[in-house]
Structures are given as structure tokens and as C-alpha cells.
């Protein structure tokens, strides 16, 4: 297996000095989102959806001077989720799904794009599609599975299940697809039965099954853009991590089991559309970040940090992140401007650059002859160094311990920077082992021994006195030297004193006064050392001691302290001094824990604070804050106390009274069933607090109960009062349904007694699963929506929706007389028409005629009528309704009539 990235190769950290994104052509397309990206033969291919085309794949390619067209659109359709893919065979293929969720393929062949297999043969929320070797793979969130996972592949020319239908036990989002070594599929998504955290199935071809590869749901919390690929045989997962401010993370499939890749959401803000590729093992991932005005960032992972390649770039809002690694080249796809379609790239080189370093610790404790070495690998001559102390090469000398920084830049301007550190050996230390004084006489007879310790052995010795032994005999009176060598010809130098014996005159007794403060538990200590001011001896003082040496809180103030001098022959002197005892430490006082209270208007009671002192004499004072069982407002009330003892000496501490609110409410409507009515309900479910609860809404009847019912359409607040007098107001907006509406399209007469009437409707608003109860002259007569072969009479239908809600209309379908004159036809005229003012009709008889005139709407109203005229060679001017439409003039003389169609226009 190959090595998981927490160790690399290289050592130090990669600067990629003047190396930055830079932008491939100019914008591919304008008004285009949802990016995907692919090469073949080191032609970058990015394929995008067109909004200005409807939403169209289309994908384009770079020739090295101008992006090009592959062919038309690939989708032929709005198409989300696209993805372009190629096979081993380098022949481009496109997967997506329609705006319905339906998933199609299609390859580019022979100058156009042709489907894979079936069409429309999947229905995803969201979908992957990949491509391993010549095997065509898409796993998708199935909508006919509830939105759970599953996966076909393209073998025998069909789309085939691979596993079962739904393999999740919840919806999924962001299938990624990648496969091992052994192609194995591997699909990693956001998991909505495990906390919306990550999970990646593997599928066992032995078995049949998809297997959980490692934990299910195993980042830290909510994931989004989960992106799966293998460096090696090794899955790694980047996406945008919910629970570390919701910045990039990326983690390994580490000795069965899942561990984050450096810092979990190491972004400094959070990320979108993340996007993961590897260069030699090293992962890259791009998104938009957050932090840098929605820009779009790369970071790359080494030296156990991620380091950001090169500045953000992308202008305006990006989206839609493609990372590709090809060859030493990293391009980036992504819309920017929100909908501008680009590619961009970065030169990978530098990020192979090594650099080694080795050390040499200096032979002896403090000396500067220590040397570091480094060593540049993969790098381009001519390759320069830089140490932090200011010397150049790639070997300084001549160092003390400590450590040292080098930057090394090759011939591409590539830095890659490092440290050593240099250790001291152990300090050479001598020791007296034993030593025998001479008498006061000033005669030789002392003894001395000494010892070594550190550096390097073997130690070799040098007395002041010429000895080169370790143990000296018949030593005078008097300080003599030893110089001290190890192995490595470190030195060390040791003085020995020497002094008198046979003394009979007393020392010197001189004792100074001195200030001791008391320790927290109270007590305090001197040593004769701190009391002595320079007593003196003729010969040698073997010895000072105290009458008093330990003091408590009952000593405080002045004490006489007695110090007494021995000599080595056993004479004594004494000298006294004043100890002052203080007491110069704060007592210690507890404050009790912060305090919350849900009680509104409502006495709070709290424990005093606890202080203590070693010598007590404690006074408590409250210099912030309410006393206890006081009524404290709402938000937080400040309480600070202080202990002083009786030395003055102060502490303090504080802690914290918050009332606070908790009630909360869920609010919930019901729309009304019908346009207008009174039939919706409002509900407000209530949380926290201290129950009874009190309700009170503004609806007309001011109901005071959870849910308010009979209500209109409209907005109703509640306000809702627990038992401790805490209080909430929330809103929620009763809703119905719109209007529900019969439009009459068409009213077709009958002939004499043929029944060729008809009646053509259509209704909209309410609720749909319309019904429909037509009556023929107050009788029912038929329940569907049209009406054919009908004879003349009434007809009212009446209109019921899903909440059954109503409507009604009645149409005349009259009859046309057989006996019609034609030669009548041409003496009676009619204009203008169409017509948007009054209407003149032209009468040109040969005799008087009884005439009668009405004139019908589309539904088959009369709208006008004159009944008795006598008329010959006459107009007669109309004044037609206002509303627009078509109407029906009959003209009737004596047995005969003419019908004429009048079009009234705005």
C-alpha cells in the first residue's frame, strides 16, 4: 500500500516565487455556470451549461491561441450536473441529467455527439460520471429510490445496475466517483442517515455488494462538495466542512480508518465548490474562498501544513471549481463574474524541489566549532544559499549551539527553505571529593581529591602545584587550582581552599536586620546565611546557626533573632538582629458559578462568596451587583467582591446573574380551502418557559387558544405569556388558494334539429383535480369538460375543484333557422368591424319589414336587443358592450334572420 501523505519525501517549505495563476485565453463563454473539465493529449476541454442557450452542454477546447467548439450542444436540452470524461481510447464522452432529473451520456463521434446507450435512463437529484480505463460509470442520488444512492455502468451495450437499487438507508448529495488500482468503484457523497457527514462505499465484484469503507458518516460533521480521488491505492475525500467553519478539509483512508490531512478547515474562510487533484503525491485543492472576496484560492499539502499556491485569482463571485493536473501543469475551471466560463493555469515545478539538510555539534559546551551542511535536490543550476546568519554556500563552519535557517533558490526561481539545529555536549564539570585542612600554623599537611564530570572522557588533570593526579597530599594553607581536560580538549578549571586547624581565638560575630514575608499557609523561614553581615575568623568558621529560624502569623512585626559563629576549634561569638515579619500575600476568595435564571420579574438568591488567609481577619465587601434574593433585571448583572486581611492585603472576584427569555415559538398555518373564505387556521406551538401558557391574536375574534381557526387569507400575530410573565410575539401567514375561474372559449349553435351544438371551457385557479356538473334546461345532462352534439337550449355547469370549491356558468346554444334567405344576406350590412366604438347596420329593403335585432356575447347573454322596428332603407347605429371579444348579431326579418360575427376591440 502506498504511504499515506502524513510523511513526504521532501523537507522544508516550498516558496513559489514569482509563479502565479494565470489565465488560459480569454472567457470561454459569458452567461454560462455549472463547469467541468477534462485534457486529452494536453489539450485542456472544458464543457459548461449555456444560460444564454437555454442551459445547453456545450464544450469548447484550447488549439494554444483561441478556444474552439466540439461540435454543438452535447445535451441538446438544459443540463445540470454535467461532467466531460475521457476514456482510454482518448474519445470524449459527456454525462448530465435534464432539468426533469433525467441522466443521459453521449460521445463525441465522427463530428457529432451521439448517445450512450439508452436515453434517459436514470432519474437523479444529483450525479457523478466517471470514466476508468474504457468502463463508463455514473452513481447518482435516484429519484425513483427516494433520493438514495445508486450506481450503473455501461457493459453490452445498456446501462446496467451495478449492486442494488438505493444502496443508502437516507438521501444522499454530491456523489463522487473514483476507483482503485484494481478498478474497484468507489463512491463517496454527503449522507443524510448519518448527520449529513461523509461516507465512501466500495463495490466487492466478488460478492455483489457494496461494502462501507471505514466509519459511515466519518468527518467531524456536515460535509458539502465531496470530491473522492486515489493517489496510488489510497482514497482521499476533500469537501467543505460544516463543523470547522465550514472551510476546505480533506482526509485518508489510513490503516482502516478515516483521519483529516492537517488541519481540519484549514481555509481562513469557508469554502465552496471544492475541487481535489494530486501532483507526485502531493493533493492540491481549489474552491472559493471566502476570505478572499469570493476569489477563487489552490492549496497544496506538505511539510505537514497546506501552504497556498501562488495568490487568489478569478474576478468577482467563482463557482463551479475543476482542479486537472497534467503533466507539471495545474489548470483550474470555474465561472467567475457569477456566469463567465474560464480556465486557468499554474506551473507545478518547484513544488518537486528538495532540500536536505545535516549538522555537526560542536566538540565542546559553548564553543563555536560546530558546521551545517545543505543540499538541494530535483532542483535547476545554477542553485544558490542563504543562512539566517548571513553566510552563503552550502557548508558554513566555525558555529556555535543553536539553530539556523537556510533558503536555497535554483535556476527557476523556485525557494525552498529549511533548518538545522545544533546541540552543546554535556558542560565538563569538576567536583571535590574530599579535602583535609592544614593547622593554622601555616604548615603543609592538607589533602585534596577531585573528580569529573560531562564533556568527553577520558579526563587528565593539572594542578597548580604541578600534580597531575586527581588526589594531592601535603597542600599548604591556601586556594590552589586544578585544570580539567576531556578527550576532546574541552577545559574546566577547580579552586580547592585549604584551610587551618588548632584554633583558640573566637571568631567575629556581625548579623544583619532583614525582612521576611510569610508563604501562603503562612509560615516563613531564614537560614544563618541570610542574618550573617561578614563575620570573620583568624582561621576557619566551621559553623553559623539561629536561636530562631521558622515563623508563623503570630510573629508578625518585629522579632530579636540571635545568630551564633563557631570555628573549626570549637570557639563560638554571637550577634543579634530584628527579623520583621510581613504578610505581604492576597487571601483567596471563590465566587459561585455564573448564574441563569428563566424567571422573569422574579427574586434571585445566591451564596456569598468563600475567602480565606492563612492569617485570617478576613472582610467581605460587595462593590458590584444586587444582594442576594434582589429582583434582577433582564440580561446580565454584573457581581464583583472583595476579601481584605487584616495586613490590608486585597483580592477580588466576580461572577455573573443573566435573566433570560427562553420561551420560543414554531408557528404553523393552514390555508384556507376556498379563495375568500374563512376556513384557515394558525398555530403557534410553544417551547421553554414555565407552562400555563396565555394566547392572545389579533384575528378579528381575538382568539386567546394555541391554534386560531376560521381565519381569512392574511398575516395574524400571537403573542403568548408564561407563568413567570415572559413573553414572545411571532407571526404566520395564512395562505389560499387563487381564485377558481371558468373561461367559456367557445359557444358553437346548433342547425335546425341536427345537434351539431357545441360548448367548449376551460377552468383554472383553486386547486386542481377539477370535476365538472353540467344541466340541459335544469336537468343534469353530462360530467366532462367539453360538450359536443348538442341541441339548442340552456346549459349551466357547475365547476368543483380538489377543496371543493365552486363555481358556475350558464350557456345558450342557440339554433340556426333552416329557412335562412341568402338573397336577405346581401341587403343588411354591418361596419366597421372589428370595431372599438358603436356599430352601424345598413338596411336596403324593397318594402317595409317588421325587424328585430339582439345582440349575444361569446357566451351566449344577450347583451342587446331592439324587438319592434319597421324598417326599410335605414341604419340603425349599436352601442356594443366595452369588453373585447367576440359577439353574435342576429338580424330577424318577418320569418327570415341573418347571423353576423362582431369582433370588439380595445
Known amino acids: 500500500m502506498k504511504p499515506i501523505l502524513f510523511t513526504f519525501l521532501f523537507s522544508g517549505i516550498t516558496t513559489l516565487l514569482s509563479a502565479q495563476w494565470t489565465q488560459v485565453g480569454g472567457v470561454i463563454q459569458h452567461f454560462s455556470q455549472r463547469v467541468t473539465l477534462t485534457q486529452i493529449n494536453g489539450a485542456p476541454y472544458v464543457g459548461f451549461a449555456n444560460i444564454a442557450s437555454g442551459g445547453d452542454l456545450f464544450v469548447q477546447t484550447f488549439d494554444g491561441t483561441s478556444w474552439n467548439p466540439v461540435g454543438m450542444s452535447a445535451s441538446g436540452a438544459q443540463a445540470t450536473f454535467p461532467q466531460i470524461e475521457v476514456d482510454a481510447n482518448g474519445d470524449l464522452y459527456a454525462g448530465f441529467a435534464t432539468t426533469l432529473g433525467e441522466v443521459n451520456v453521449k460521445k463525441w463521434s465522427n463530428g457529432a455527439w451521439v448517445s450512450v446507450g439508452a436515453e434517459n435512463f436514470a432519474n437523479a437529484f444529483a450525479l457523478d460520471f466517471k470514466i476508468y480505463g474504457n468502463d463508463l460509470y455514473v452513481a447518482y442520488s435516484d429519484g425513483d429510490q427516494f433520493g438514495t444512492l445508486s450506481v450503473k455502468k455501461f457493459e453490452n451495450g445498456a446501462w446496467t445496475q451495478v449492486g442494488m437499487p438505493g444502496l443508502t438507508v437516507g438521501g444522499i448529495e454530491y456523489p463522487s466517483l473514483g476507483f482503485d488500482n484494481a478498478g474497484a468503484p468507489y463512491v463517496a457523497f454527503r449522507d443524510f442517515s448519518n448527520g449529513q457527514g461523509v461516507t465512501v462505499l466500495k463495490f466487492n465484484s466478488g460478492t455483489g455488494n457494496w461494502e462501507g469503507v471505514g466509519n459511515a458518516g466519518f468527518s467531524d460533521g456536515a460535509a458539502q462538495f465531496t470530491d473522492l480521488r486515489f493517489d496510488g491505492n489510497v482514497p482521499y475525500v476533500a469537501f467543505k466542512d460544516e463543523a470547522h467553519g465550514s472551510g476546505a478539509s480533506l482526509m485518508a483512508f489510513d490503516n482502516g480508518a478515516w483521519k483529516y ?111 551545517a551542511t545543505a543540499l538541494a535536490t530535483n532542483a535547476t543550476n545554477p542553485v544558490a544559499y542563504a543562512w539566517s546568519n548571513g553566510a552563503t554556500g552550502a557548508t558554513i563552519t566555525g558555529l556555535p549551539a543553536g539553530t539556523y535557517f537556510v533558503t536555497m533558490t535554483d535556476g527557476n526561481g523556485c525557494e525552498k527553505t529549511d533548518s538545522v539545529t545544533l546541540s552543546d555536549p554535556p558542560a565538563l564539570v569538576g567536583t571535590i571529593v574530599n579535602q583535609t585542612n592544614a593547622d593554622c600554623s601555616g604548615m603543609a599537611g592538607g589533602s585534596a581529591t577531585v573528580g569529573a564530570s560531562g564533556g568527553t572522557p577520558d579526563y587528565t588533570f593539572l594542578w597548580s602545584t604541578g600534580g597531575t593526579d586527581p588526589a594531592q597530599t601535603d597542600l599548604p594553607i591556601g586556594t590552589h587550582t586544578v585544570t580539567i581536560t576531556d578527550a576532546k580538549g574541552c577545559e574546566t578549571t577547580l579552586s580547592v581552599t585549604i584551610s587551618g586547624e588548632n584554633d583558640t581565638t573566637p571568631p567575629v560575630a556581625v548579623a544583619q536586620d532583614l525582612t521576611v514575608a510569610l508563604d501562603a499557609q503562612g509560615n516563613a523561614a531564614i537560614t544563618p546565611d541570610m542574618l550573617n553581615n561578614g563575620s570573620s575568623d583568624n582561621c576557619q568558621i566551621a559553623s553559623l546557626s539561629l536561636d530562631v529560624s521558622q515563623f508563623t502569623c503570630a510573629d508578625l512585626g518585629a522579632n530579636t533573632v540571635t545568630l551564633t559563629v563557631a570555628d573549626v576549634g570549637g570557639n563560638t561569638a554571637t550577634a543579634t538582629a530584628v527579623v520583621t515579619v510581613v504578610d505581604l500575600l492576597d487571601p483567596v476568595i471563590v465566587c459561585p458559578a455564573d448564574i441563569l435564571s428563566n424567571f422573569c420579574n422574579a427574586p434571585v438568591e445566591y451564596d456569598l462568596p468563600v475567602a480565606t488567609d492563612a492569617c485570617g481577619g478576613i472582610v467581605l465587601t460587595q462593590f458590584q451587583g444586587l444582594p442576594s434574593g434582589a429582583v434582577f433585571p433582564m440580561g446580565v448583572t454584573q457581581m464583583v467582591f472583595a476579601a481584605t486581611d487584616a495586613s490590608g492585603n486585597q483580592a477580588t472576584c466576580s461572577f455573573t446573574v443573566t435573566v433570560q427569555n427562553d420561551l420560543s415559538l414554531n408557528m404553523t398555518a393552514t390555508p384556507a380551502l376556498c379563495y375568500g373564505e374563512n376556513s384557515g387556521t394558525a398555530t403557534a406551538q410553544v417551547s421553554g418557559g414555565n407552562m400555563p401558557y396565555a394566547f392572545q391574536w389579533n384575528d378579528p375574534l381575538s382568539q386567546k387558544t394555541a391554534t386560531a381557526t376560521n381565519l381569512p387569507a392574511g398575516i395574524f400575530a400571537v403573542t403568548v405569556v408564561d407563568d413567570k410573565g415572559c413573553g414572545r410575539t411571532d407571526s404566520v401567514e395564512v395562505t389560499q388558494p387563487d381564485s377558481l375561474h371558468l373561461q367559456i372559449d367557445s359557444v358553437v349553435d346548433a342547425t335546425g334539429n341536427l345537434n351539431d351544438g357545441a360548448i367548449s371551457i376551460t377552468p383554472s385557479g383553486g386547486v386542481g383535480g377539477y370535476t365538472f356538473e353540467w344541466s340541459f334546461d335544469g336537468a343534469p345532462f353530462a360530467t366532462g369538460e367539453d360538450l359536443t352534439n348538442l341541441a339548442p337550449g340552456e346549459y349551466c355547469v357547475t365547476l368543483t375543484d380538489a377543496n371543493g370549491c365552486t363555481k358556475m356558468a350558464c350557456v345558450v346554444v342557440d339554433m340556426i333557422n333552416a329557412t335562412q334567405n341568402p338573397a336577405l344576406e346581401n341587403r343588411i350590412s354591418v361596419a366597421p368591424n372589428p370595431t372599438s366604438g358603436p356599430l352601424r347596420v345598413g338596411f336596403d329593403l324593397p318594402a317595409p319589414h317588421h325587424v328585430r335585432m339582439e345582440v349575444r356575447d361569446a357566451l351566449g347573454r344577450v347583451v342587446w336587443e331592439e324587438k319592434t322596428m319597421n324598417l326599410t332603407r335605414d341604419q340603425i347605429e349599436i352601442n356594443l358592450p366595452a369588453q373585447p371579444g367576440i359577439y353574435w348579431l342576429r338580424v330577424s326579418v318577418n320569418a327570415d334572420f341573418v347571423l353576423r360575427k362582431i369582433v370588439v376591440t380595445n
Open 261 to 371: 490531512v492537517g488541519t481540519p478547515g484549514f481555509s481562513d474562510g469557508q469554502a465552496e465548490y471544492v475541487s481535489l487533484a494530486f501532483f507526485n503525491g502531493i493533493p492540491l485543492i481549489a474552491f472559493n474562498d471566502d476570505a478572499q472576496n469570493d476569489e477563487s484560492s489552490v492549496y497544496y499539502f506538505e511539510d505537514n501544513q497546506w501552504q497556498k499556491l501562488g495568490d487568489s485569482f478569478g474576478a468577482g463571485v467563482t463557482s463551479y471549481h475543476n482542479l486537472l493536473v497534467e503533466g507539471t501543469t495545474a489548470y483550474c475551471a470555474f465561472a467567475e463574474k457569477t456566469s463567465d466560463v474560464v480556465l486557468y493555469r499554474f506551473e507545478l515545478s518547484c513544488l518537486v524541489v528538495g532540500l536536505e539538510t545535516t549538522a555537526q555539534d560542536p566538540a565542546c559546551n559553548g564553543m563555536a566549532t560546530g558546521s
